[in-house]
């Protein structure tokens, strides 16, 4: 079939949220002189791409495929195929989000994506899981923690599992496990000594720990423990000061004050002090020691971008229709407290983090350590679907090549996730997961938006399916 004929594929109808079945999969197909794009190696020009039974059954020149009659097929002349993006860092385990959200993921060419702590009970997540990879419900791929795991007076009650000590801390990751967690996310509160106890039991139970560095801890001592990644950077430069010990104390002091006035002073001069004691030594010998270790950094950019230079053009972005009604005013920055209660050297301490933090990257890069491309969608202001897009243009213009931007959202999320002889790449035996794109990512990466067609588990989504799954995702947002 010619891709100017694949606007008259059916698809599904918007009455309620889809089945991967609800899309015809043909007994073969085939993507016929396509560049591929697979993260593996260079740009394969005049290639061919065969799927069957929702695996890829081959790539070959062009010229050489030898077709099964009946193969439906797709010219991909001027095009190019991508592995299925991978979203690292996001939060849908909450009421209203899957239907919302899982259709528009998919339209956005997001096959995959690892939920870092939500509100829903592990074995709805289970069944969601399920759902997905029996073809029943059309999402993302999911691996998920379940609730976060903080300490006393936690930052996200509703979110969190809370622990004291280290029994507390083993007795929950053994419950979490139990119930099917896919790994265990810390967070900002813990205290030291049911940190360490997570990543024990975790390493016992072969079982990975990932998320924030709690503050009381060091990113230094995290990496050594085993925890697999860290998110958004988190304190990552506070163990690149020269000042890291004294600043400990003063964060300790800052956490224990009571007086809301007196927290905001002792953080001010807190960060202040990270700011203004970077030591490109000590940070280079951390960024050898991730490598080493193996912790892989998670930066969501666009997330943090945005708090740092808030825009407040957000307030009439069209791409609002996508987030649910009940989480629109959250999305405008002219009534959002975190930033309408900043004053002057709030704004500069928080442009000054962001700018320091992205600008470790290149160096981290240097050293060995290894990136995944994650959003913190849907949270504010971070698009759930269209934010990865943006989240891979945001690490290109922090120092990642095209290239190595991509391999953030496909062959690096396989090889966290362990998958990397199911997906993350384009060969034969792994997920008919895969992305057709009218321009070449690795000549501007923006590109990646420019998705003519999906293929999920082999299954066509053509432009027309695509904008159908907006459409319903909008409808959804609305109803929630």
């Not at 050898?288 to 270790?293: E, K, L, M, V």
């Not at 998670?298 to 069209?318: E, N, S």
């Not at 900043?342 to 990136?371: C, H, K, N, T, W």
Request: glycine fraction near 8%; aromatic fraction near 6%.
């Amino acid at each position: 079939m010619a891709i100017s004929r694949l606007r008259s594929i059916a698809a599904l109808t918007l009455a309620a949220l889809p089945a991967l079945a609800a899309f015809a999969q043909p007994a073969a197909l085939a993507i016929t002189h396509v560049t591929v794009i697979d993260g593996r190696g260079g740009p394969q020009t005049d290639m061919s791409v065969l799927l069957q039974g929702g695996r890829i059954a081959a790539v070959t020149p062009a010229k050489t495929l030898h077709l099964l009659a009946g193969t439906q097929l797709v010219d991909g002349r001027g095009r190019f195929l991508i592995p299925g993006l991978w979203d690292m860092h996001v939060h849908l385990m909450r009421p209203g989000r899957v239907e919302t959200y899982f259709p528009l993921l998919i339209a956005n060419g997001i096959t995959g994506v690892r939920d870092m702590g939500g509100e829903l009970p592990l074995a709805e997540i289970g069944r969601l899981k399920r759902e997905v990879e029996d073809g029943t419900r059309l999402g993302p791929h999911l691996f998920a923690a379940g609730p976060l795991v903080d300490g006393p007076y936690p930052v996200l009650p509703h979110l969190s599992r809370v622990v004291t000590d280290a029994a507390s801390a083993e007795a929950t990751v053994v419950e979490l496990h139990a119930q099917g967690a896919d790994f265990i996310k810390v967070y900002n509160r813990l205290p030291r000594d049911a940190y360490f106890a997570i990543a024990d039991t975790t390493r016992r139970l072969g079982m990975p720990f990932a998320g924030h560095v709690p503050f009381s801890v060091s990113a230094r001592e995290a990496s050594d423990a085993g925890q697999k990644s860290i998110e958004h950077l988190f304190n990552v430069l506070f163990a690149c000061s020269s000042r890291e010990d004294g600043l400990m104390r003063e964060k300790a002091a800052m956490l224990a004050s009571s007086d809301a006035d007196e927290r905001r002073r002792l953080r001010r001069d807190y960060l202040r002090g990270v700011l203004d004691s970077y030591d490109p030594q000590k940070a280079d010998a951390l960024f050898a020691r991730f490598a080493r270790n193996g912790t892989w950094q998670v930066p969501t950019l666009v997330q943090r971008r945005f708090f740092a230079q808030p825009d407040p053009a957000i307030a009439g972005d069209p791409r609002l229709r996508y987030i649910q009604r009940s989480q629109r005013i959250r999305w405008d920055p002219r009534q959002d407290g975190r930033i309408q209660n900043r004053d002057a050297e709030d704004r500069e301490i928080e442009q000054r983090s962001y700018e320091m933090d992205r600008a470790m990257i290149p160096a981290m890069l240097r050293a060995g350590v290894r990136f995944l491309a994650g959003t913190d969608s849907p949270d504010p202001y971070a698009w759930p679907g269209f934010g990865l897009h943006d989240e891979l243009a945001a690490l290109v213009d922090a120092g990642l090549t095209p290239m190595q931007a991509l391999q953030a959202a496909t062959r690096n999320a396989a090889e966290y996730l362990g998958l990397q002889n199911e997906t993350g790449a384009i060969a034969p035996g792994l997920r008919a997961d895969l992305v057709l794109l009218d321009a070449d990512p690795l000549a501007d990466i923006r590109n990646t938006r420019r998705i003519e067609a999906v293929i999920f588990g082999g299954h066509l989504l053509s432009s027309l399916a695509l904008q159908q799954l907006r459409d319903q995702a909008a409808a959804a947002a609305d109803r929630n």
